[in-house]
């Protein structure tokens, strides 16, 4: 009779050890969205000039351009505007303002205002993006605030930023996601 209780035991040892052996993978899964009072496609344009494939040019520099970290060649002003043509429902106004959320999978390690990508390895230049309020942006979170009240719009700097003394030929990228939640 106590054969049985000791079998159980063992037998239940036997399950705890074996579970301790089995390996586990994690991860993160990360969401995203909005809930804003109107939806609108967005028209951005860079220097008041628009960009159909919002694509914008930081130009071209030389080498010499940059002999220092920092930004250097010209900043470029760019403004997200709603396309009132597609906004639902159409909005009255924009008084009540937005939040706005900027994200970017790359940033520079000794600058979180800088966007890098696989060609800053090369160039050693990446860009330097923020609210032109010089409000830092950049995977922020939501920002209050920084909505025009008249139309709506978000407008922003960009401006090639040298990651070291010296920077090398080739090209200049970065891509950011951007979420603008009216209320």
Do not use: H, R, W
């Amino acid at each position: 009779m106590k054969l049985k209780p000791l079998i159980v035991s063992l037998s239940l040892a036997a399950i705890c050890l074996s579970s301790a052996n089995v390996s586990a993978n994690s991860g993160t899964i990360q969401f995203t969205g909005a809930i804003t009072s109107t939806t609108c496609d967005m028209l951005i344009s860079s220097d008041g000039v628009a960009s159909s494939n919002k694509i914008v040019d930081l130009g071209t520099y030389v080498v010499g351009d940059a002999t220092a970290v920092g930004a250097f060649g010209t900043a470029k002003d760019i403004k997200l505007t709603p396309d009132l043509t597609t906004c639902t429902p159409a909005p009255t106004d924009f008084s009540s303002g937005g939040l706005v959320s900027v994200n970017t999978g790359q940033v520079d390690g000794a600058n979180g205002d800088v966007i890098v990508s696989a060609d800053t390895a090369t160039t050693n230049v990446g860009v330097l993006f923020y609210a032109n309020t010089n409000t830092p942006i950049l995977n922020q979170g939501a920002l209050d605030g920084i909505v025009d009240a008249g139309d709506g719009s978000v407008t922003f700097t960009a401006q090639p930023y040298a990651v070291e003394a010296t920077i090398n030929a080739g090209p200049i990228s970065g891509t950011a996601t951007f979420t603008v939640a009216y209320k």
